[in-house]
């Protein structure tokens, strides 16, 4: 009530204040009809002073700060004073309140909120949870969508029954592009090398996805480049991914694909936070001027993984823990070689270890007549007599070893014709990319 009865007798003295000046400006007017009013000029000391008095009067009309003795007197002598304290100071513009409470009604709740983003256990984090604002902070960090792909049996060109490939992850910014930008030039971006035949290769055995936690209006002509014959079945942006820690993160389970079923290449271990096991890690390509042939060295590892139709990748490249793209090469490498060193030994265990031999060896002291020839013509030894009865034949087609055969034969039968049939897919979809560009030129 206080408060109210403040205001009220501000609003009147201002409107005697305002009365008084307009029955002045009237007996000026009456007086001396002939004469036209003449703007005076103003100083600065007086704007200043009226500009001072205007804050004054605001401030005490919102908050009912001033004193209500209001008289259109009191009004100007108050105004005189405040114009010679402006005059005679020379120190910084007067406080300002209204200002300092925009800034605290701005500060304080952002800070606040800040707080407990950055600490999930402070008592702003809490309160948050408890009110419920953490959940639709979290809306906005999800991906836009609930299915980033959208299901196998729906994409235009796909048969019915194809049954769906393994999916591979790829980013795009250090992994398979680098960018640079200079005044001159502006951004420019240098492809890493082996990318057109490393995504020619893969998308005969993968369900390719370009994932790039860039915005879509800079990573789409980027792309466009990047695959020209569409090599890539999908492409996501900065709006696919879930915002966690500061980082942009690609959590695989929003692709609507099995996890167990996908590959990620990325430069990026915080990236793939989520599913680090389905990770595999290749080093940044950020200088253009050195070779690199990292995508040549995994494209074997990468094949052999889509035709053996793993279904739990994680378990596989879990053996690889700790290892960046070129040492799991390594690692492969080294693997192949010891297989082959193997098979080697156990080969010339058999024939192979009788011809390495037989140079070394004297010659045999065999009878002119071996027992049995009728003809008397030396009897001539055949692999039977050095090694033995051969071992049963494959095309067996009894016991567990055929089970296991005719299992195996249709297995690659299946797999051929998955093969046929992807690649018949793959050419339907590079001659429609280039129908389309021929209808654009």
């Known amino acids: 009530m206080r408060l109210l009865g403040l205001v009220v007798s501000a609003s009147k003295s201002h409107c005697k204040y305002t009365s008084s000046i307009r029955n002045v400006r009237h007996q000026t007017t009456t007086t001396n009809p002939a004469a036209a009013p003449v703007r005076q000029a103003v100083t600065k000391e007086e704007r200043a002073a009226r500009r001072a008095v205007r804050k004054e009067r605001a ?240 494209t074997p590892l990468l094949v052999e993984i889509s035709r053996e139709q793993y279904d739990d990748i994680p378990g596989l490249l879990r053996q690889f823990k700790g290892m960046d793209a070129d040492e799991i090469a390594d690692e492969q490498e080294r693997r192949v070689n010891e297989i082959r060193v193997r098979n080697n030994q156990i080969t010339q265990r058999g024939l192979g270890s009788f011809a390495s031999s037989r140079r070394s060896l004297p010659p045999p002291e065999l009878p002119s007549n071996m027992p049995g020839s009728g003809d008397g013509q030396p009897k001539q030894l055949t692999a039977k007599d050095l090694v033995g009865d051969a071992p049963p034949s494959e095309t067996s087609e009894s016991g567990v070893m055929g089970w296991l055969q005719r299992r195996q034969k249709q297995q690659e039968e299946q797999n051929k014709e998955k093969f046929g049939l992807w690649n018949e897919v793959m050419m339907k979809k590079q001659a429609d990319k280039q129908k389309q560009l021929e209808e654009q030129q």
């Not at 983003?117 to 408890?130: F, G, H, Y």
């Not at 250090?174 to 035949?197: C, F, I, M, N, Q």
């Not at 993968?206 to 792309?223: K, N, R, W």
């Open 59 to 298: 401030n005490a009309f919102m908050y009912g700060m001033s004193a209500a003795e209001g008289t259109a007197e009191g009004a100007t002598a108050a105004a005189g004073n405040q114009a010679q304290k402006a005059t005679a100071s020379s120190s910084g513009p007067m406080f300002d309140a209204t200002r300092l409470g925009w800034y605290a009604a701005v500060l304080i709740p952002t800070g606040f909120i800040g707080w407990g983003i950055v600490d999930s256990e402070s008592p702003a984090a809490k309160l948050s949870r408890m009110i419920g604002l953490a959940d639709k902070i979290e809306e906005f960090s999800k991906p836009a969508r609930v299915k980033l792909l959208p299901d196998w049996n729906t994409i235009p060109n796909i048969p019915p029954n194809f049954p769906a490939p393994p999916t591979l992850v790829i980013d795009l910014e250090h992994t398979l592009v680098s960018s640079t930008w200079d005044r001159r030039y502006g951004w420019r971006h240098a492809k890493r090398p082996g990318v057109d035949k490393f995504l020619a290769t893969m998308a005969q055995y993968y369900e390719i996805v370009l994932f790039t936690p860039s915005p879509d209006g800079l990573a789409q002509p980027v792309l466009d480049s990047l695959d020209s014959n569409g090599y890539a079945m999908h492409r996501l942006f900065r709006d696919s991914t879930s915002y966690h820690d500061g980082v942009h993160c690609k959590d695989l389970s929003w692709l609507n694909r099995p996890v167990g079923k996908i590959i990620a290449l990325d430069d990026d271990p915080a990236a793939l936070q989520f599913q680090p096991d389905n990770l595999i890690r290749v080093k940044p390509y950020d200088n253009p001027d050195l070779e690199d042939n990292t995508l040549e060295r995994i």
